[in-house]
């Protein structure tokens, strides 16, 4: 039933991909996948529904990224904030990350993908900490796409956590307060080791970043569609890497 329900998706043709492999490429992009309650609603289904649909959405879009060469892709999954929802909803969501790696582990290790994980994973349930590090683990050789999985992910958090680790590192005297830097503090953070975002896509037509990596987008190109996460397709994909394509960027400079 809900595939008659779904929006056609549509493809973008050879000609399109091979124009968009000739430009920049972004290294990193992140999504701030949003959208999927609302993909339910209109349709008179429970806001779950949507996020079981926004599922395959993620299917297709690891698929894109591999076909383009991009480096690391991170998904915003689930934040902070969101344990705010009912019970039900974040039930269903905690349950989501086995559900999707039961099904496309043996994928992703066939395409090369490795999978990383940024957020406080500890205070997940048994069950998806489960699934995750076993994800992690299976594929940490991989060196391919990195899918990074923003998961119980909140940027304020994160920096104080941060600024906690070393100010104790300081007391210590493992750091030294002198040499503080901006790279230190970005070795600070749940990221580390990763490149800043290039590209932040939102979907569903809000304009804010919702406790999304705020340090590192500092200089990311920010490209917003009004497309529901659910019915975000190929084409919707492509025409964020055009739009990034147009960009200059400046980074302060002239
Ligand atoms: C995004 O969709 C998924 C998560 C935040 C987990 P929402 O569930 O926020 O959908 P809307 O914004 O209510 O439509
Ligand atoms: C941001 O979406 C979090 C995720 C996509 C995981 P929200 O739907 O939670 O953000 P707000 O509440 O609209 O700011
Ligand atoms: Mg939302």
Not at 30 to 40: H, K, L, P, S, V
Not at 111 to 140: H, M, S
Not at 175 to 182: A, G, P, T, V
Not at 215 to 225: G, I, N, R, V
Request: glycine share 6%; aromatic share 10%; proline share 3%.
């Amino acid at each position: 039933m809900l595939n008659k329900l779904t929006r056609r998706k549509k493809t973008v043709s050879d000609d399109t991909k091979k124009d968009v492999l000739h430009g920049d490429i972004p290294v990193h992009i992140a999504i701030i996948m949003d959208g999927n309650g609302r993909w339910a609603k209109q349709r008179g289904l429970p806001r779950v529904a949507g996020h079981r649909e926004g599922m395959n959405v993620v299917r297709s879009v690891v698929r894109s990224c591999n076909e383009l060469d991009v480096k690391i892709l991170t998904l915003y999954a689930f934040s902070t904030e969101n344990w705010k929802r009912p019970k039900t909803e974040v039930d269903f969501l905690m349950k989501l990350p086995e559900k999707f790696l039961s099904v496309e582990l043996p994928k992703l290790i066939e395409e090369n993908v490795r999978v990383r994980i940024t957020g406080d994973i500890e205070r997940l349930p048994e069950f998806t900490k489960k699934a995750v590090n076993e994800a992690v683990e299976t594929t940490k050789n991989n060196n391919g796409l990195i899918l990074n999985f923003a998961l119980n992910y909140g940027s304020r958090s994160e920096l104080m956590d941060a600024f906690k680790s070393m100010y104790a590192d300081v007391r210590e005297g493992v750091l030294d307060e002198q040499h503080i830097s901006e790279e230190t503090v970005t070795d600070y953070l749940m990221t580390s080791g990763l490149s800043e975002p290039d590209l932040l896509i939102r979907t569903s037509g809000e304009i804010r970043l919702s406790n999304f990596m705020l340090w590192q987008l500092a200089y990311s190109e920010f490209w917003f569609t009004e497309v529901l996460w659910p019915d975000f397709d190929q084409e919707n994909f492509y025409e964020a890497i055009q739009a990034y394509q147009q960009r200059q960027r400046r980074y302060g400079g002239v």
